[in-house]
């Protein structure tokens, strides 16, 4: 008897395991579908789609030849690196300042920017499309750049700051008696330091700034300085229903995206976790 | 040691003036890094939301100066009849919340076990948080499209008689809109979990056992009320990602249709602007959305005080 229900144990155990691996096999088909969906359709022609079968590089030749990809590509790209330079500029500075060096208002100045990751894109953007029209910066990167960087730049210096924050009050002091100033220690001391939250914070604006649509599509209104996702978005009619071809963009668009998140995935959930740790 | 006391000694010796000087010193260079967060923030996020909040009691059209018309602004965007659809849009879009959290919570259990290739799993799982909406869109309006894999999904298990064409009528396409919401936010709920998860001490879970506690009671007994700030957390982040954060996904999927089937706040909020040229009426209406989340996160806050 003992040794039935031990048997018995065992293989309750072990059909719970098949349990879970059952259920989490299901949400892997529900999560990889879509992907594999855009793979397969991309490689289709549109007869070939509708016909369900047979496979062809039509799309992709479609693709290239109604949108400008590569440009588009590269429009994305100047765009998120210049709003993440910005953003690194403005977020290391201030987390030096906030964390590290404090001074009397400055836990003021940190409430103040915290509070500011609260603001939708959507209450801020009509105002700042009109003064940034008036200063005619429309249709010239600056302006997206200008405007990602403001968006990503609150929750980028809350993290520095926090992560400035848990560094020892000894690396500043053995640093001063070491002569340096306090601009030297940041370029030569605090910024080494700070290099994981750096690449965090990197990681985290690459993604969302790439597959960002509403900036581009209000301040970059010409065809040739448009970011992938706009390409996509406002795709001219006549191809609108060329699922395919839409596949093959959407996969193009998504794929730098989802290089960066396999590469850095470590950073990017350590990003999300860091603002729920106070 | 050595270190400290080599810290310590000049620093005892400096006259009091220096050390006071070196303050000063040091409170200047605070101010002078301030500075580009100050002017970046300032100019590109707080600027633009006071004129917001100034031009939400306003007429205007974008190029003509605003006319002041004070509180019925407010009266006007409430006494729309397109308005309260929108409202009541977004209240549905509440309704997709728990599913958004509980479906990662309990697949974060599973992956909590830890069976062998959980780190897969986990990688699998949260890679749509890496995926444009605008693709997702893309791929979202061919599966619910009347012609679309969910169709030929029913047309193969023998459902073919039934077409559900959930795009072309309004309270389905925003149930259609609620169901990739969640399979969007799946990821970044179930890492909120997971983090949590971590948290919880090993040793709780042998004592438990060892009084003989059973899987469903340690789950119900010990895990949920320790994951009680992570599922509030997980809550307050999916209800702003939904008021806004799906622009994009709408724009593409459904471009707010049909009819106002699913026109959010915040796509509300771009069509008044850019396609009517009604800039009054989207400030009003970008400030409700404004004190919406703020709001839900003065709660987030005051739930995260209440535990310490």
């Known amino acids: ?82 709003a993440i330079v910005l953003i690194l500029a403005a977020s290391t500075t201030a987390g030096y300042a906030l964390g590290t060096l404090r001074y009397r208002f400055s836990s003021t100045v940190f409430l103040v920017v915290a509070s500011a990751m609260m603001v939708p894109m959507q209450s801020m953007i009509i105002p700042e499309y009109v003064n940034l029209a008036r200063l005619g910066f429309i249709n010239h990167y600056y302006a997206p750049i200008l405007v990602y960087a403001a ?17 020892p009050e000894d690396v500043i002091e053995a640093s001063l008696i070491d002569g340096l100033g306090y601009g030297k220690i940041f370029f030569r001391v605090m910024l080494p330091l700070a290099v994981p939250a750096i690449v965090t914070v990197v990681v985290l604006q690459f993604i969302q700034i790439w597959d960002d649509l509403l900036v581009g599509l209000l301040f970059l209104q010409t065809p040739q300085q448009r970011p992938i996702t706009v390409g996509l978005a406002t795709i001219p009619s006549q191809h609108f229903l060329d699922v395919p071809m839409l596949m093959a963009g959407s996969l193009v668009s998504a794929l730098p995206a989802i290089a960066v998140y396999l590469v850095f995935q470590r950073y990017l959930i350590r990003g999300l976790t860091m603002g729920m740790s106070k | 040691m050595s270190a400290e ?101 309990a697949v974060a259990f599973l992956i909590n076990a830890h069976v062998r290739g959980w780190r897969i799993f986990r990688s699998v799982f949260f890679l749509p948080t890496a995926v444009s909406w605008v693709v997702i869109a893309f791929v979202a309006r061919n599966f619910f499209d009347n012609k679309g894999i969910l169709q030929s999904i029913l047309n193969g298990i023998g459902l073919g008689f039934w077409h559900p064409d959930l795009l072309s009528h309004e309270r389905s396409a925003l149930i259609a809109v609620m169901i990739t919401f969640v399979w969007s936010m799946f990821g970044t709920n179930m890492i909120i979990f997971l983090a949590g998860m971590s948290t919880i001490d090993q040793e709780i879970y042998d004592a438990a056992r060892v009084d003989g506690a059973g899987n469903l009671s340690v789950m119900f007994r010990i895990t949920f009320p320790l994951l009680k700030r992570f599922v509030q957390l997980a809550v307050i982040i999916s209800l702003i990602t939904a008021f806004s954060a799906l622009f994009s996904l709408i724009y593409v999927m459904t471009s707010g249709g049909p009819g106002y089937g699913t026109t959010t706040l915040e796509f509300f909020i771009y069509e008044q602007a850019f396609t009517q040229q009604n800039f009054g009426i989207a400030a009003t209406a970008g400030i409700v959305l404004f004190v919406g989340v703020f709001v839900i996160s003065m709660i987030q806050v005051r739930l995260l005080r209440s535990d310490d």
């Open chain 2, 5 to 105: 006391s080599h810290a310590a000694t000049p620093a005892r010796l400096k006259p009091r003036r220096s050390r006071s000087r070196l303050a000063a010193r040091r409170r200047r260079a605070g101010m002078l890094f301030t500075i580009p967060v100050i002017a970046l923030v300032g100019s590109l996020l707080l600027l633009p939301i006071g004129q917001t909040v100034y031009y939400s009691f306003t007429t205007w059209n974008g190029f003509e100066p605003a006319q002041w018309v004070g509180i019925s602004a407010y009266q006007r965007l409430f006494s729309t009849p397109e308005f309260v659809s929108v409202l009541e849009n977004n209240a549905l879009l509440v309704l997709a919340i728990p599913v958004a959290v509980a479906l990662p919570l």
């Open chain 1, 151 to 167: 968006l990503g730049t609150p929750f980028a210096t809350f993290l520095l700051t926090t992560y400035f924050r848990r560094l």
């Open chain 1, 1 to 82: 008897m003992g040794w039935s229900s031990r048997g018995g144990a065992a293989m309750w155990r072990r059909s719970q395991r098949s349990l879970v691996y059952a259920a989490l096999l299901v949400v892997t088909v529900v999560m990889l579908y879509p992907f594999w969906f855009m793979v397969r359709t991309s490689l289709r022609s549109l007869t070939q789609y509708y016909a369900g079968s047979g496979y062809s590089l039509t799309s992709w030749h479609d693709l290239f030849a109604a949108l400008p990809v590569l440009r588009e590509l590269l429009n994305s790209t100047l765009i998120t690196a210049g």
